[in-house]
């Protein structure tokens, strides 16, 4: 196939060639003079299965004819060898090194604060493989200068990595990355002695793994050995070569720096790399991308060099700049972009390292019925059984919630392998139903039990039998082997997902390509667990995660033949005529290089590891080559959810390279670039223009039928009448009542409730001569109990305790106080009295009233929050204004018509002092008039039910606001009044 020759051969395609094309093409021309049966003895190493794929199918676009034997570079390290076991599984070893993570957290519990030990090891694990791929011995974290000069946390994390050598062994089961380097190793030392006469090839590849570079130097070397490499860019000058590796630390986040440590380690000039048959799509656009991408050393050759770019309108005539004001705004623009393409048949690719704008365009692709061929597919573990088994692992060993009880319930494959599974979506919303009106807030077999027999249905009973059975095994102890919890977690798994009398092989759960994937890392899990050590419930629900986090699920089936989603790797293998760049915007592409837990990078440096640049220049190879394309568009967005963003550093240098061109009108290019985008930008904002626009709601003042208002009101909700009567209409008339959150808090209202049951009980269980210290142990006392009872929040339970225990002595010396003045005889029991039209009663549940030895009444309201001012209760706050109306008029049986003396609030939180409400006969007969008016005035039909009429703060929403719409009108309109009903 190749002359013969002394010197290795190195051969690369231009950004923005056809890779797998070129090179069969290049191949096939080289083979032409050679007999059929020759090109099956060459062999070609591949860098992904992609790139496998295309150039097969490439192949098959020649004719028929014998291929070459075409293998994957990582296919290496599976190959047997002499001496050499099969490599550990990568999960054992994760297991193996989350057990002496584990341990350094236990010793050292500030090491990495917040990390779990299996993330922990993944990070270890991804830097064993590192130092094995690049052929440092744990010998260089001997060196005693390391760690000079670094912080203590860096001194400690070398002493662990040091512990964790004996994997590095000689006699040590290899791990995949340390057997690829062992192969590569043995096979260049076969090859040194004895080379093959077949010619090898390796193609795709940039080497930026250190096994794979050095099995690119023994191939280059071989006598027909060639390596084919991706986006060259062969407008570099020497010059900037060399700038590469002529600093202090190398320029590893330069696109083309891989190639330079390539011919570095074959003693070869970076011009050796010969160009291999297949030309550029636009080689004047390579020219300014070349000139844009030039490391900062020699960037001042951007005025010497720009000139000869000649006129760069004709440069960037395809291509295009979309500047999205927000990243919905950019994925619709690409969107539509991607539709175009599918129209008009062109082959078109979207290029992007944000999962989430690439979810986004395809969501958006969805309304068109385009399903694009996603490479990265989607993480198994937002697939449905990745979602299912992570909440069933979140529930091990933590206190059931409802809301945690829920979400389970309401998943689409909770009870698939049961022939109730429509009763239990319908015993599923009744739950619901249930649990936010009345709790509890963390259910329990029997509270199920008990809903459902008061349901009397035989089916809803066996569900809840159902639900407490598995409950009961979620509290499986603390620490217990790895392989327990797998086992534990399985057939829990397994039950829930068949449901009431069913079968788990008859669910949904291991069904589909995501449940055959997820069912494939159970199956691997259960077989390693064994080296997994003990486990607690949480670390347990940390692994399940991380495991699911790793795996995918493609969808090829349905999927568009024209638009593709591709990551960034994936750019090298390009065939497409339209490539779209999204998602330019620094920490996005490029990303922010991940934080390094174990070693700084002076330790990399001086141990010859990987710097953190070198993601970067891999990504900018990706973008290089992947902006050589026949048609290109470079997307971002200005704003991202919180604040603006940056553009990334190559778009930034690209457009300030034109910019800084006004010669070659340099300007007027990029203006049309960002036209283009822009016209892109306008069809997506047309998109989402809704077709029809409605006025803003006006503020509601509904006006109901005067038979259908309500003819009975509590003491509170006259309160809300004059606040906020539209509350009222939604809450008597349209009988709308608002659900508790469905995640309980401990909350202000449940506080007030148990306050007032701890003072009610604390009152009637006075003995007789009860000294003030025996009354505030009993109160104590009494409080710990029914906080035990009442409230399921232990942190609740004992900040609640301990803000009484700040107020009880006061208290207590107030109660003797009151005991010596009467004595209780109303207790939050209810009475009413009728409002002299008849058509109207006013009902109330006082807190207290005590009968004064004078036969009069004292009336005591308890306040956990901050009694109203005397503003406050002048214009809103009646009720204890009201309550001593009632009394006055018999409202009350248990004390009849009675003089009232006065009323006090009683401050139960802050510093636990009394407030007396300003009351006399001429308040109370005010008061009480004022009320015959107020129910007078809505006993009218043209008296309506304004929204928000006079609410505390304006901030504060209510319960109804969403439905009279606060939002689209503002405090300062005036309400709309409607007839209804």
Known sequence: MFEPSAAPRLFGLPPGADFPAALVSGLVAKMADQPPAAMARVTLYLNTGRMQRRVRAEFDRHGARFLPRLRLVTDLGRDPLAGLPPPVPALRRRLELAQLVAGLLARQPDFASGTAAIDLADSLARLMAEMQGEGVAPAALEAPDLAENHAAHWERSLAFIRIVARYFADDAVPDAEARQRRIVEALAERWAKAPPEDPVLIAGSTGSRGATLALMAAVARLPQGAVVLPGVDFDMTDAAWNSLSSGRIPAEDHPQYRFLKLVETLGLPADAIRSWPGAAPDP???????????????????????????????????????????????AVAIALRLRRAAEEGQRAALISPDRMLTRRVAAALDRWGILPDDSAGQPLAQSAPGRFLRHVAGLLGRRLSAEALLILLKHPLTATGSHLRGDHLRFTRDLELKLRRSGPPFPEGADLRSWAKARGEAERIAWADWIGGWIAELDAGKKRPLSAWTETFLALAGKIAAGPGGNSDDSELWREEAGRVALAAMEELRREAGHGGDYGPADFADLITALLGQGTVRRTEGAHPLIAIWGTLEARVQGADLVILAGLNEGIWPALPAPDPWLSRQMRLKTGLLLPERQVGLSAHDFQQAAGAPEVILSRAVRDDEAETVPSRWLARLTNLLDGLPAQDGKEALA?????????????????????????????????????????????????????????????????????????????????????????????????GESEAAARDRLMTLAETILGEEIPWPSAQRIWLAKLGRVADSFVAAEARREARGAPVILEKKGSVPLESGHFTLVAKPDRIDLLDDGRVHIYDYKTGRPPSDKQEEAFEKQLLLEAGMAERGGFADLGPRAVEGATYIWLGGDGSEKPSKIDDAVIARTWAELERLIAAYRRRETGYASRRAVFEARRDGDYDHLARFGEWEMGDGPEPEDVG
């Open 284 to 330: 004047a656009r390579n020219r300014l991308i070349s000139l844009a991408l030039r490391p900062a050393p020699v960037t001042d050759q951007w005025m010497a060099e720009g000139a000869n770019l000649g006129p760069l309108a004709p440069t960037v005539e395809r291509l295009s700049l979309i500047e999205a004001p927000s990243p919905r705004a950019e």
């Open 672 to 768: 049309a670039m960002r036209a283009r985008g822009a016209g892109w930008l306008d069809l997506a904002a047309a998109l989402e223009a809704p077709e029809v626009t409605t006025d803003p709601a006006r503020r509601p003042a509904p006006r109901p039928p005067v038979a259908d208002r309500p003819r009975e009101l509590a003491v509170t909700g006259i309160r809300t009448l004059i606040r906020d009567p539209y509350a009222i209409y939604a809450r008597y008339m349209l009988r709308l009542k608002p659900l508790d959150p469905l995640r309980a808090t401990p909350d202000a209202r449940q506080r007030g409730q148990v306050l007032h049951r701890i003072v009610e009980e604390f009152i009637r269980g006075r003995p007789e």
